[in-house]
């Protein structure tokens, strides 16, 4: 195992001391580890949004491209929501 060495401000390593303390974990390393692991997995999320967003973007340009889009304009989407309004009343 590596060892490193971190700088935490004083609030946070105190809230670590305190889930060691509390039993909620063995060590500060536990608690180290632990914070990397749901840092790891909270990235794959942004990065799993980031790629449907980005497919999403190639389609609007994909339609745009095929001249399948209409210009904008913001009277057609309030009009669009005021429909989808009525249908849910």
């Not at 609030?11 to 536990?30: H, I, M, T």
């Not at 491209?65 to 913001?74: D, V």
Request: no cysteine; charged share 30%; aromatic share 4%.
């Amino acid at each position: 195992m590596e060892r490193l060495t971190i700088t935490l401000t004083p609030d946070l390593a105190a809230r670590v001391k305190s889930a060691v303390e509390g039993g909620n974990y063995g060590s500060v390393s536990e608690v180290m580890r632990q914070a990397l692991r749901d840092w790891e997995l909270a990235e794959a999320r942004r990065q799993a949004e980031l790629q449907t967003l980005r497919a999403d973007v190639q389609v609007g340009l994909d339609q745009i491209a095929a001249g399948k889009a209409k210009p904008f304009s913001t009277a057609r989407i309030v009009k669009a929501g005021e429909r989808l309004a009525a249908k849910k009343r």
